[in-house]
T-cell receptor, first 112, second 114 residues
Framework: SQQGEEDPQALSIQEGENATMNCSYK?????LQWYRQNSGRGLVHLIL?????REKHSGRLRVTLDTSKKSSSLLITASRAADTASYFC????????????FGAGTRLFVKA | SAVISQKPSRDICQRGTSLTIQCQVD?????MFWYRQQPGQSLTLIAT?????????ESGFVIDKFPISRPNLTFSTLTVSNMSPEDSSIYLC???????????FGPGTRLTVL
């Protein structure tokens, strides 16, 4: 089964609002990464957070990680129509290797 | 980050034929990965391609169906053999860079099998 599971599966908001997506995983990890995918194209790497980090920022993105709950959240502030995309979390297998396991993704729709 | 290119970007193929997808990276990387993304689904790892050794396949994927080449540290190919409509997917190559293990993806190859 997949390591990462995002929720919600789909999210529709107005431009300017904040969007929060959550990700849960099952086993211990070394890091967790968030990606954006527009219309079935390649994945854009957004942010990597290590297991010893609790929060990380990049522009309008804020990622938190709670290893005790095995969960992470991605917050997009002041959303724009261009943020409309699918967002995936991905975790390593936690075994020291580089195998990355993806969640099912959240489809975000930002209405102008 | 890395600049990763894939060829072709898309193709429409007939059942029973094979397609080879190329992946080129602008820096030398030890491991390259091939993923499949079926319509409306998430990504599934097909195999890990190490230079100088056989690719390592994930459960459900076999070398006869998805042969992989890794002739050098910047290039890899994935062949989808004896295609059927169920192989219609986006195929993405990926590399891991840096000590933190950031993973970057190519733009993908959208394959449609008729």
């Amino acid at each position: 089964s997949q390591q990462g599971e995002e929720d919600p599966q789909a999210l529709s908001i107005q431009e300017g609002e904040n969007a929060t997506m959550n990700c849960s995983y099952k086993t211990s990890i070394n890091n967790l990464q968030w990606y954006r995918q527009n219309s079935g194209r390649g994945l854009v790497h957004l942010i990597l957070i290590r297991s010893n980090e609790r929060e990380k920022h990049s522009g309008r993105l804020r990622v938190t990680l709670d290893t005790s709950k095995k969960s992470s959240s991605l917050l997009i502030t002041a959303s724009r129509a261009a943020d409309t995309a699918s967002y995936f979390c991905a975790t390593d297998a936690g075994t020291g290797g580089f195998k990355t396991i993806f969640g099912a993704g959240t489809r975000l729709f930002v209405k102008a | 980050s890395a600049v990763i290119s894939q060829k072709p970007s898309r193709d429409i193929c007939q059942r029973g034929t094979s397609l080879t997808i190329q992946c080129q990276v602008d820096s030398q990387v030890t491991m390259m990965f091939w993923y499949r993304q079926q319509p409306g689904q998430s990504l599934t790892l097909i195999a890990t391609a190490n230079q100088g050794s056989e690719a390592t396949y994930e459960s459900g994927f076999v070398i006869d169906k998805f042969p992989i080449s890794r002739p050098n540290l910047t290039f890899s190919t994935l062949t989808v053999s004896n295609m059927s409509p169920e192989d219609s997917s986006i195929y993405l190559c990926s590399v891991v860079l840096g000590l933190a293990g950031e993973q970057f993806f190519g733009p993908g190859t959208r394959l449609t099998v008729l």
